[in-house]
């Protein structure tokens, strides 16, 4: 069906869908919708729970856990066997339970930032057309769709106009590298350049096109595709890692205990059940269930309460662990609703005719690039001149693209003549005409000065040009008359002031990197409450500004300008700032570049919030091949002050504050975050235009805001749906509390099991019979893990969330070792006090008092665990316990409760002398103010 359609003319294939280039009536398109069905976009296919449970096998712990019990049902150890096999089935049911409830919640949050897609319909086959914008689920075969920048292709659509299409095809094809598309008739096999595909991005350009194929009839559904997979989190990779070296003990338990006990105590095959038991014992089997339940409780709380759409759900761990947020300026800082400020001749007076230049550009860029709507500026020219464009005819029109700032319309002027009407960047647009380079120069400043005091800034030129049939080209728009500047006012976002100092208050960085002018990103800076700690300029080198996807990071020339050598007022110094930037990348001045380390050096060391990560380079290619001697246009100079320490380039980016970059491509954004966690961050972006879509594919977490266009939208993690910036703070710290509840869930349950696993096999090398039974070690880790699932509700204290959560692993693994050495000494402590305090029918020589005894004891000391290390301090204020202070008190009454009942006899316990219990009492003691100062210890 997909590929039926789509041979032939236009007019062949409009046909063939019982069509015309006006679009479906409202009747036919219920009828088709009702025989085709809904244009969903392809979903993963939901798998089920069964497959799912099946896919937790592939968890490191689980897979270990699988061999062990296989390993005791192959010494038909089946008591053994059956305790690991029932927690396999618990863990994977639980997780795949768990997961269910997750995608469930997610489906029904996507909902929320659902896309449309423009359509021509008429309500008869009489009536004119008219575009509206309704659900890409609505769109049926035969409809009539317009696309344009920033549009996700809603379906599989044949081009029948387009102007300078370009589209990514990553999801399809893997390629992120933009393909361009032309609506020309071609035979088999070129037709496929006139096809979108459902799920391409429009980065520049635009069509009309009918859709050929919808739903399941799509290329993307045919071919089982979802979103490309993303690398794993940053969380992710330390869990992973821990999970890691816990494999390895675990591996390794069995073998060591059979050697030992063989070499000590002569003991043979017979004690492999315990062996696997104690292995078992190390195991974080809950791991899986709770990192899921935790994540996707906190998902499903934001979207209840902040309405913040986590569509990725371990992108919330990242989110609660980045470091630095790079945010752009237009739309995301600012509302993207620019009103005209001034309009300016070269000599700095108002002069309203560059108003109309500029205007008349706008109107028949828009028209003959078929453009759906005008953008931001470009309507705020036309709401002001109302007949923009009348006295002329347009001709053609290059409009703005990604990395290309600037937009031409050319139009018949006098005498057969064609008139080129440019606007744009300042810098972009005063290349382009010829003027003496002081001259250049003193507009550049000019147009600075305004700049700095927050406008945005477009410069307006024109030439006048024989007419001609040759077709108009960038290579055009040279020689221009320089006419003046045209300034916008745009407001700052509601809310954005605010959420930036929430942002810092937890810790993290905010860096601007925008296509603007560097003057005015640093004046929007300081009217949030940042004062830049630095002002760069990323400038591609002019001839290859407009076709930014083939240039490579040496074709980026990084200037840093001093913070207050763009500064607000001192226009000399704003001045001096722009001129070097421009000098930089035309007439071979310097560039001043700070040193540099390559970045990358130093990843890993440099993480955290103490460490000197921002003092180590963006690097990456960025850095790297941007500095260190002459680059594309710039020279650049090292010996800047940059900690990195190596040879220049512009990429270091301090410690503290905010940096500005301005002018930057869409691929300079994704360099320098690339650059950035190669320094060792955990970088976030938050950016709405289709500019941005590299930088949020770049980031370990992207995200869009409301109001983003729907590429970028699709291509983030997470999507505010409120328009209230203030949101990415409560995501921050939803974040943060669930990756605290993992790390707490992990810290406790390792250190306890490495406890009870070191003091079990002290204890089996010295007592002349196993401390435990295999099905009693099995039985309290159930317990215990039971217990465990409490930390998916805990609400971790305000502390642990002021600071980004990182896991690194060598820390993580000395506490758990240090603790873990303190329980098993707390352990055999109690032994040692109560074998010399007890003696008679119940003492400790016999076995099943000692099984019963160490099975109270391990318990009651986990629960002092969790409640210690977890609860401790919101109990010392006097506190309610939360839920894990709740799961402790009621594994301590399980521990106390087992031995003497019925099951303990099932178990081969049996109840214990009070005077144990008084002894164990007064040993806990001594162990919870061991613990307390450790911790105490451990946090300073
Ligand atoms: N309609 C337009 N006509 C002419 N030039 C334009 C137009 N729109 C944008 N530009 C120029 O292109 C520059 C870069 O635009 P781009 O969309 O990359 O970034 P931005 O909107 O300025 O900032 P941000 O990256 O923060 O969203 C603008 O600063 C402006 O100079």
């Known amino acids: 069906m997909a590929s039926e359609p789509v041979t032939g003319t236009s007019l062949q294939v409009l046909r063939r869908l019982e069509t015309g280039p006006r679009g479906l009536t409202d009747a036919e398109a219920a009828g088709r919708l009702a025989a085709h069905g809904e244009n969903s976009p392809p979903s993963v296919r939901t798998p089920s729970v069964l497959r799912r449970g099946l896919a937790g096998l592939r968890d490191p712990f689980t897979a270990v856990l699988l061999t062990l019990g296989l390993v005791s049902a192959f010494v038909a150890s089946w008591g053994t066997a059956t305790v690991i096999l029932a927690l396999v089935a618990v863990s994977c049911v639980l997780r795949a339970a768990g997961e269910r409830r997750a995608d469930r919640s997610l489906a029904a949050l996507r909902e929320l930032v659902t896309g449309t897609a423009t359509v021509l319909r008429r309500t008869d086959g009489a009536a004119a057309p008219r575009t509206h914008e309704v659900p890409v689920a609505d769109l049926v075969p035969g409809d009539v769709v317009r696309l344009c920048p920033g549009d996700l292709v809603p379906a599989d659509v044949r081009l029948l106009r387009s102007r300078a299409l370009t589209v990514r095809e990553d999801t399809l094809t893997g390629e992120s590298a933009p393909v361009p598309k032309e609506a020309a008739d ?13 799920g391409s991005a429009v980065v520049a350009g635009s069509a009309t096109a009918v ?70 014992g190390l195991t974080p089997e809950m791991l899986p269930v709770i990192v899921t339940t935790c994540l996707a409780r906190s998902a499903a709380l934001l979207a209840r309460t902040r309405r913040v759409v986590v569509r990725r759900l371990p992108a919330l761990h990242d989110l609660g662990a980045i470091d630095v947020l790079c945010v752009d300026k237009t739309g995301t800082l600012t509302q993207d609703r620019p009103v005209v400020a001034r309009s300016l001749g070269p000599d700095g007076r108002d002069d309203p005719e560059v108003l109309r230049w500029a205007a008349a550009g706008a109107w028949w860029t828009l028209q003959l690039a078929e453009l759906p709507a005008p953008d931001a500026l470009d309507e705020a020219l036309l709401d002001l001149v109302q007949d923009a464009g009348e006295e002329y005819d347009g001709l ?106 929430t942002l810092a208050g ?52 990084v200037t840093r300008l001093g913070a207050d050598e763009a500064g607000e007022g001192d226009s000399g110094a704003g001045e001096a700032g722009v001129g070097e930037s421009w000098a930089g990348g035309t007439v071979g001045g310097e560039t001043r570049a700070g040193a540099a380390g390559v970045g990358g050096a130093g990843a890993g060391e440099t993480r955290g919030g103490e460490s000197s990560a921002g003092d ?26 940059g900690a990195g320490g190596a040879d220049g380039s512009g990429g270091v980016f301090p410690a503290e504050g905010t940096v500005v970059v301005a002018r930057c491509t869409p691929e300079d954004k994704a360099r320098v975050i690339a650059g950035l966690r190669a320094a060792g961050h955990t970088v976030g972006f938050l950016g709405d235009g289709v500019n941005d879509i590299a930088a949020l594919l770049a980031a370990d977490v992207g995200i869009a805001p409301r109001g983003a266009v ?107 070792t240090g603790f873990g050495v303190l329980n098993a000494f707390a352990d055999l402590a109690t032994f040692g006090v109560l074998a010399l305090a007890l003696d008679g029918p119940d003492a400790l020589d016999d076995e099943a008092v ?56 099932a178990l081969g316990m049996t ?25 105490v210890r451990s946090e300073v």
């Open 616 to 641: 180590a380079a963006v690097g990456g290619s960025w850095a790297g091949e941007a500095g260190g001697g002459e680059t594309g246009a710039g020279v650049a100079r090292g010996g800047g002050s």
């Open 396 to 501: 053609a029109a290059l409009p703005v693209a990604p990395g290309r700032r600037l937009a031409t319309a050319v139009v018949a002027g006098r005498l057969g003549h064609h008139l080129l009407i440019t606007k744009g960047a300042a810098e972009d647009v005063l290349e382009r005409c010829e003027l003496p380079a002081a001259e250049r120069a003193r507009l550049l400043a000019l147009a600075a000065r305004e700049a700095e005091s927050g406008q945005r800034v477009l410069a307006v030129a024109t030439a006048d040009r024989p007419g001609r049939t040759r077709p108009y080209t960038p290579a055009d728009e040279r020689g221009l008359t320089f006419r003046g500047l045209v300034t916008f006012h745009d407001e700052i976002a509601p809310g954005a002031a605010e959420s930036l100092r």
């Open 506 to 557: 937890l810790g993290i960085q905010v860096h601007l990197l925008t296509g603007d002018h560097p003057a005015t990103a640093a004046r929007v800076c300081r009217e949030l409450g940042l004062e830049p700690a630095d002002i760069r300029t990323a400038t591609a080198p002019p001839d290859k500004a407009p076709h930014t996807t083939d240039s490579t990071p040496a074709d980026t020339t």
């Open 911 to 935: 109840a214990l002398p009070a005077a144990y219990h008084l002894l164990l009492a007064a040993v806990l003691g001594l162990y919870a103010l061991a613990l307390t100062v450790a911790k």
């Open 850 to 905: 000692f099984h019963s005894a160490w099975f109270t004891e391990n318990l009651l000391t986990q629960a002092l665990v969790m409640l210690l290390l977890r609860d401790g301090r919101r109990l010392a204020r006097g506190g309610r316990p939360g839920p894990v202070g709740w799961a402790a008190v009621l594994l301590a009454v399980v521990g106390l409760a087992v031995p003497p009942s019925p099951l303990g006899a």
């Open 186 to 198: 071609r035979p088999e096999p070129d037709a496929e350049s006139a096809l979108c595909f459902q």
């Open 710 to 816: 729907a590429v970028a939208r699709e291509s983030a993690d997470v999507v505010l749906a409120e328009k209230d910036l203030t949101a990415i703070g409560h995501a921050v710290t939803a974040g943060r509390r669930s990756s605290a509840n993992i790390a707490a869930y992990l810290r406790v349950t390792l250190s306890s099991n490495l406890g009870n696993v070191l003091a079990m096999l002290a204890a089996g090398l010295l007592l002349p019979f196993l401390p435990m039974l295999p099905v009693q070690v099995l039985a309290q880790n159930l317990c215990f893990d039971a217990a465990q699932l409490a930390f998916a509700h805990d609400r971790p204290a305000p502390r642990e969330l002021r600071r980004p959560t990182v896991l690194r692993p060598p820390a993580f693994l000395r506490f758990i």
């Open 211 to 280: 859709v050929v194929a919808t739903g399941p009839h799509t290329r993307f559904a045919a071919a089982g595709r979802t979103a490309p997979p993303r690398g794993p989190s940053a969380f992710d990779r330390s869990v992973h890692g821990i999970a890691w070296v816990l494999v390895r003990f675990m591996l390794l338990t069995p073998p060591l205990v059979l050697m030992a006990g063989a070499a000590v105590r002569g003991r043979g095959l017979e004690t492999l059940p315990f062996a696997v038991a104690v292995a078992v």
